[in-house]
Structure formats: structure tokens, C-alpha cells
């Protein structure tokens, strides 16, 4: 569990902890992180799988900043995610197992 400057931790999901490219895109943004935590875990943890899952460096340093400005704008979760895929506390979804198996077909 990553700290604020002031000790306070900063909220996980419920699968996802804050990774440190995030924690320190929070602490230069007070207003985003009072947003962050003003979110359910659920709906952070959906930030923090969409901001994890991605395999290219650019592309998720554009995930940090993406979900910087739009909790700053009052977005709570990321448009178009599927959801987390790796949550122990529910089944995956129809969709969620649909698109699973065209990314299995492909490789």
C-alpha cells in the first residue's frame, strides 16, 4: 500500500493496489486523488486493471494520464473496460469470456 506525502494511504481495488506510476501521478494532483478516493473500490479497481493490463509502456503512461484528467473531470470509470478480469469475488461476464477467447483464437 503506497502513502501519501501526509502518511494516509492511498485506496486500492479490491484485486489492484496503486502502482507507483500512478502514486505519483496522485501526489501531483490533489484534485484527482480527492476524486480517487471519493470512488468505490470497485470502481477503482476497474482504473487500476485498465491501467495494469496494457503491455506497451507508452500506452500506459497514457492510461495514468487518461485517468488523471478524467477523474479530475468526474468520470469514475473507464469508458468501454470490459471490467477486471482478475476479481476472485465474481464470475467473468459473457462479454468478458468473449473477448477472453478472440484474444486466445489470435495468438
Request: charged residues 30%.
Amino acid at each position: 500500500m503506497f502513502l501519501r506525502r501526509n502518511k494516509q494511504p492511498i485506496s486500492g481495488g479490491v484485486a489492484h493496489q496503486v502502482p507507483a506510476d500512478l502514486r505519483k501521478a496522485f501526489l501531483s494532483s490533489p484534485r484527482a486523488l480527492v476524486a480517487w478516493e471519493d470512488i468505490t473500490p470497485l470502481a477503482r479497481n476497474e482504473w487500476l486493471c485498465w491501467i495494469i493490463s496494457v503491455k506497451n509502456a507508452d500506452t500506459r503512461e497514457e492510461h495514468v494520464k487518461r485517468t488523471i484528467s478524467e477523474l479530475i473531470e468526474g468520470k469514475r470509470r473507464p469508458c468501454c473496460w470490459l471490467g477486471c478480469i482478475h476479481r476472485k469475488d465474481k464470475a467473468l461476464s459473457p462479454s468478458q469470456k468473449y473477448v477472453l477467447g478472440k484474444r486466445a483464437k489470435a495468438k
